[in-house]
């Protein structure tokens, strides 16, 4: 059995890092910048992709 993203193939396609602007990919529960090497979680389906400013 497949199992759902827990957000869209779409919406994956329109994020990028807000640190970096770099291209995230979606792993098991949460969104990975490979350029920034920062990770931001998924919540109940929105991604959550805050960061320290230091």
Excluded: Q
């Excluded at 779409?10 to 910048?33: A, F, N």
């Excluded at 979680?41 to 929105?46: E, H, S, V």
């Amino acid at each position: 059995m497949k199992e759902t993203p827990l957000i869209s193939e779409d919406l994956l396609k329109l994020l990028i890092c807000p640190k970096s602007g770099g291209t995230l990919k979606m792993e098991s529960d949460k969104l990975t910048c490979e350029e920034s090497s920062t990770s931001y979680a998924i919540k109940d389906g929105i991604p959550i992709m805050f960061y320290p400013e230091n």
